[in-house]
């Protein structure tokens, strides 16, 4: 329970289930720990029995003494307090001991559930929400809920000591009693204070401090920069700046924590004070003992920590809930792109993909949240439903917004065919539907025949692979990276693909050449080295069918080249899809499809495209053509 | 800037003593008299209850009681007090040694930045020095407040319960700090452990998630997925350790036992007549009060544990040894940087690399010349350029600008001559006037525009809302790659170097933004010594100089004429350049 990560009463709480249900969801979680569960519960009773009646001997003890008992009439009692020590120790360890077991299988257990409903999440899913905040849901969500189930034993030993105490005081005296209930109103000042003022300053640090971490970054990744143009002193001033204002802050929060802690105590003696004066006069006239003064004094005090921390608790259980109503959201996530293991193998023959009257459109944040309404049909009210529907058949009606609009393309088996348009124009959008990142609204996609929705994925991305522009590298080593997609490949055959592509080169000049670790997705790496690997990583996996998403946009001419002829000898004779910004790419081309605003306005060869003076034409004198070399040609 | 240096990463921590001395004798001060009046309410009560037994309700009676009040706002007074010159330490311990930290690394060279990562780095200087502030405050204030109870107590009981009580209790914290102690030191290690865990799966996570689309397309879902289980399974069994460790938590015990024993001898006494009833019952509130206190001790070792751990670890960092410091130059020699410059032998070695970089670099660059370069990746083309910055020294061979040798003259002399622009380009954060000022922060408006207007740059930023003061990055305006490179170029020129290197080997731009470049880089060239890694057709029969870096070496050093004649390796990349097919179709070059 130390080591809970919560964030307490700064946390995002707003949350769309009610606590019943998230509850309930929970309830079901910790099924397999229900007797760990029901043993902690008894531990607890017992453990707050055991430190409630200590005091209790103590002041029957000293009741006793005044009394003239002698010391082996108290022996017994003697005895009760240290076996009652001994106890409350042990039942205190054992409840810690199988905590820790239920809250770290669990959140073990929360976690891979929702890692796995992650990853088989829609590719709409990932372009919406930021790699970052998936982790958060991964990591730090499922962390918040165990931390919750942490918080609430608390909340329970807390409650059932705070009874038992009160119980005793007013079993002493009624005034004791509600000299003891001062600390409700205490505490709820204190709890105002701290979620009021006190959340508004630690907003203030915590944005300050993430100014500084910015800046930081920033600074860290620039540092060349910084060098270059001799501006270290600069940066470190803009730190420093930061720094203090941050600082500043921090002494604020401090100083309203500081005031209230010791608040704490105080509260505490001037409740021992009135516990003296009232027991002071009772006891003089004869109503309460001198051992029950002395028991209230204890009692008194002891009841004000669990009040205190109830309060915390209830921010902090706010905040689990909260974290709970994120995880459901995911774990009752449905993909819509279903491909199970059971679906047909793609058998490809030709190799001609067909795109048959395809629309597509990238789902607005508005729509994702109906389309999550949809996913839950248990909280959906059927006029929701129909609200739904009628958003459907209105996003239908207005075709300008599709990114793809009636597409129709033939990619001829075993050629090459290249994609040319204006950025938006919908490239990228194909090469994503081709591999079934989305599925179209509209139409089908057909490879030798075969509807891509009825292909199992697995024998789909066996045929086919995508090299983008982004070049993505995991960390581990070069060879690591370049067998993702062909894990059993040997050595021999990396080598051999690289000497083809020309990366050998670079990479064995790297420290440790093909061993070399990547770190931060080869940050050390320049982009088209970067590229050149990603491009190895999908030789080596030998697709029939390859898409490049401007593979080559970041390599020189020269490593371009070599890269075209490795493809030209590797791939002779299959499917490829190129989208590609240089000329002498296009111009092998065996066929060029030529995209506007998400429609295919030409088709043809580069000469008869050009013959055609179009779309392309313009295209071609706008990124292929340079200007002023007409000059340059006359000048040399 | 200041630069201090610590002896160890203990010195650094232990640095916080020597920051604030008397400030933190006063509140040092402090938390012992805060420590007394924690303790005196316990004493009060047990006078008073005697007083009671004695002399009934009385007038005593009544002051003692209301004493106990008294003692309750001394306490706090005295404890604000020393709780917030404290804190003021502490959090003025934070931001130094942030700032010291910032200051060390930046300082480093870029041997060092290469070889560290970048997002690392960053949590050391955010999440690891507050956890160091974490182990001065709440920590190591904890502890102290702790111990100086714990001896208040013993005096006191010492005071009024004689020699052996007090010896008692003083064995008995002897061995609660011992068993405390010992614990830390057991639960540390699994703590480290669990926090590097969970930083791997952190990234290991955001590493999934970040390249779905290539985990998915090359089917790699079961393999992250293994790994993943691996590594939250590792997290759960520490967790589970860690919990079970913390479990059976001995000093609880010594601590219980401790109370009960004192209660059994103050029993005794009481019964025999040589203690009263209030004495036990001072006794026993000291011990409950202690107890209270007690309670946080073992976080705030854990605290104190993790801030030097983090501190050594910070320390390793701020002290790295480069392998090739900078001279101590005295005296800056003169340099006329608009000379020529030679490369003679120079041979240079990445950190950790078997193979060199460079090797065996023998050139002479003419004075104000405009030079390209050209090479596959990998070839050296951008290490060359590093050197000339200084951003690295060569470990064979000289570079000599004016006939002097490049590790005679500081860095900071050389890049106030030579600058950069980039391949990847990196922009601040900030408005565009910034980052074109970003060499010479004083600036005038009008040089500002003259340098982004030579930089071809002035065309578009007049289209944006804000003119100069557009804020680009994260939380800005977006620019497109050409935009980018032609604001670093308005950098360089306002920098106005003497040398000039720039990095354009990778870029598709269409032939409007690629004109434009052109221009801007006529500009920039006019009048300096350029050095341009290219592969712009233009360019490259522009320059007075082309060198062809092949695997670390110059294959061939000439102007185009030169070099189409005799070099077949410049005769292919020539060929396969995009542009050539074109203008060979309009006439030919040659």
Redesign the interface.
Known sequence: M??SRHGGWLADKKRTRSSKVLLKIFWSYLQPYKFHLAFVAVLTLVYTLAVTYQPII?QN??DR??GG???QS?LF??VL??GL??L??VF???I??Y???V???L??TL??DT??K???AD?SY?GKVQ??N??SR??NDTQEITAGLGVFTNSLTNVLVAFATLFVLFDISLWFGLVSLLALPTSAIITKVISGRGRAQMLKVRSS?GK???A?????????????????????RQ??KL??E??GY??QL??LF??I???I??I???M??GI??IG??L??QGLVS?GS??LG??MV?RFL?PIMALANNFTNLQASLAALDRIVDVLHMEASIKALQSMNKLVLTKGEIVFEGVYFKYQAREEMNVSSLKRRPDSLAEEERLKFKDLRKQFLEEKRYYVLENVNITFLGGKKTALIGHTGAGKTTITKLL?R?YDPLEGRILIDGQDLKEVS??SL??N???V?QEP?L??GTIMDNIK??K?DASDDEVYEICRHL??D????????GFQTVL???G??L????RQ?ITIA?TML?NPKILVLD?AT?????????LVQLAQQKLFEGRTTIVIA????TIRDVDQIVVLDKGKVVEVGDHETLMKLKGKYYELYN?????????N???A? | ?NQATYKNGRALFFSFFQRDRLRLLWSLILMVLSSVA?LI?AVL?GI??DE??QN??SST??I???G??G???V??VI??LG??SF??IA??F??DI??EF??K???HS?TF??EN???H??SM??TEISQMRQGIMPGLRGILQNLFSVIIMIITIYAIAGREMALATLAGFILYYYFALYQARKINPIRME?ANT?GE???Q?????????????????L???LR??TI??K???L??K???I????LP??IL??L??IL??VS??Q???GTMT?GT??QI??LL?TLQ?SSMML??MFLFLNAAITNANRLWEKMHWQDPQPDKEVEIIPQINWESYIVFENVTFY??????P?LANISLIIPKKSKIAI??????GK?TFLKLL?Q?YLPQEGRILIDGVDYTDIP??EV??HV??V???I?L??GTIRENIS??N?DATEEEIIRAATAAQAMEFIEKLPQGLDTVIGERGVDLSGGQRQRLAIA?AIL?NPDILLLDD??S?L???T??LL?KALDNLSADRLTIVVT?R??TL?DADKIIIFK??RVLDYGNHRELIGRCAEYQ??FE????T???LA?????
Request: charged fraction near 20%; hydrophobic fraction near 40%; glycine fraction near 8%.
């Open positions: 130390s080591r103590v003890a000293i003494l005044l008992s002698t010391f108290l009692l003697l307090y240290m020590s001994l409350s120790w205190q360890s054992l810690t001991w905590m820790a077991i809250q770290n299988e959140v073990h976690r891979i890692f796995n992650l990853v088989d590719m990932h790699s970052g998936v982790t991964v990591v401090l500084v971490s910015g930081l970054a920033e600074n860290l990744s620039g540092v060349s920069i910084a060098k270059s143009f001799n501006q270290e002193e600069r940066t470190s730190i420093r720094n203090d941050t600082y921090f002494k401090g100083t500081t005031m802690f010791p608040s105590s105080l505490g003696m001037i021992i004070a003296l004066y002071g006069y006891n003089q001198v003064i002395y004094t204890v005090r920590s591999l990142f994925l697995d991305y066996e086919i692979s995508l983008t993505y995991f960390a993702y997609g894990p020309g990366a080169e670079f990479i064995e000049a790297l420290p440790n770190q931060e997705s940050k050390s320049s982009a088209g080295q050149m990583r996996k401007e946009s970041r390599l020189d001419a020269y490593s371009e080249s910004h240089r000329l002498s706008t990124y292929y053509a340079h200007q002023g070399l007409e340059i040609a006359i040399s | 800037m924690t309410p009560v008073a209850i009671l037994t009934g309700f009676f009544i003692l009681s209301t106990v009040i003692a309750g706002i306490f706090y404890t604000f709780l917030y804190m003021t959090f003025r934070e931001r942030r700032q910032f200051d690394i930046q300082s870029l930045h290469d990562n970048s997002s780095l960053l200087g955010m669990l969970a799966m952190t990234e996570s955001q590493e999934i998630f970040r390249g779905i689309e290539v985990v998915r397309s090359f089917r790699g879902e393999r992250e997925f993943f289980k939250s399974e997290y759960s069994r967790g589970i860690e919990g079970q913390a479990a059976f938590y609880d015990l219980l036992l109370t009960a209660f059994g029993l005794f009481v019964t025999e009833v036990m019952i026993l509130g409950i209270l073992p976080q990445y950190t950790g690399s078997e193979r970089a050209i090479g596959g990746p990998g070839s951008s910055l951003l860095a900071s890049r106030k600058s950069r980039e391949q990847e990196f601040f954060s970003f060499a922060p950098r920098a080997s990778a598709a269409d032939s409007k690629e004109e052109r592969q057709l233009r029969l695997k670390g292919r990349i396969l350049l995009p542009e097919e074109k203008a309009k006439g030919g070059i040659v």
